[in-house]
T-cell receptor, first 117, second 110 residues
Framework: NAGVMQNPRHLVRRRGQEARLRCSPMKGHSHVYWYRQLPEEGLKFMVYLQKENIIDESGMPKERFSAEFPKEGPSILRIQQVVRGDSAAYFC???????????????FGPGTRLTVL | ELKVEQNPLFLSMQEGKNYTIYCNYSTTSDRLYWYRQDPGKSLESLFVLLSNGAVKQEGRLMASLDTKARLSTLHITAAVHDLSATYFCAVDIALEELVFGKGTKLTVNP
């Protein structure tokens, strides 16, 4: 069973460009979470999605950031008009949430390291 | 707003020694997770603690949860160099997001 997959692993963008980060959850997982990690910091929650639905986006900046998890294909985190402060590692996690406490556990992908020049 | 505090944030220890990392959180939760992160890598799940009094052990690491005190501990026994990494605790909110501590960067010296 393949783990959570993210691509690209490294992404370099110039200020003002768009960054598009992809996340494929583990097989059988229909819940996806995005987190951002700044250097020497813990992870900060951004958004929680289920297939075709945004459940909680309370951690996501109101402007320039958007996320989707379509019926088919990976979840996408999009950052428009990137600025230097967007440079960070972005992690995706997935969980099955099929019932029972252990199904709530989140499994993390390898992350995408975004560098804005 | 849930706050999760870890201490210490930096820990340098000699091989063979024991030490404990503490994780305090500010509101009620029955689910706490410990993760390990190596530099430039993702998070590896170490322990899932789901109830008051839960204790789990894996190798030289043991984690416990006291929900009444809102405290979890990660105890390291007879540390070895391979344990050098950053350790995060995380508490879940309302079955949705995880709130992470800032992490404890552990360096085990020969």
């Amino acid at each position: 069973n393949a783990g959570v997959m993210q691509n690209p692993r490294h992404l370099v963008r110039r200020r003002g460009q768009e960054a598009r980060l992809r996340c494929s959850p583990m097989k059988g997982h229909s819940h996806v979470y995005w987190y951002r990690q700044l250097p020497e910091e813990g992870l900060k929650f951004m958004v929680y999605l289920q297939k075709e639905n945004i459940i909680d986006e309370s951690g996501m900046p109101k402007e320039r950031f958007s996320a989707e998890f379509p019926k088919e294909g990976p979840s996408i985190l999009r950052i428009q008009q990137v600025v230097r402060g967007d440079s960070a590692a972005y992690f995706c996690a997935s969980s099955p949430r099929t019932g029972g406490d252990h199904s709530l556990e989140q499994f993390f992908g390898p992350g995408t390291r975004l560098t804005v020049l | 707003e849930l706050k999760v505090e870890q201490n210490p944030l930096f820990l340098s220890m000699q091989e063979g020694k024991n030490y404990t990392i503490y994780c305090n959180y500010s509101t009620t939760s029955d689910r706490l997770y410990w993760y390990r992160q190596d530099p430039g890598k993702s998070l590896e799940s170490l322990f899932v603690l789901l109830s008051n009094g839960a204790v789990k052990q894996e190798g030289r690491l043991m984690a416990s949860l006291d929900t009444k005190a809102r405290l979890s501990t990660l105890h390291i026994t007879a540390a070895v160099h391979d344990l050098s990494a950053t350790y995060f605790c995380a508490v879940d909110i309302a079955l949705e997001e995880l709130v992470f501590g800032k992490g404890t960067k552990l360096t085990v010296n020969p």
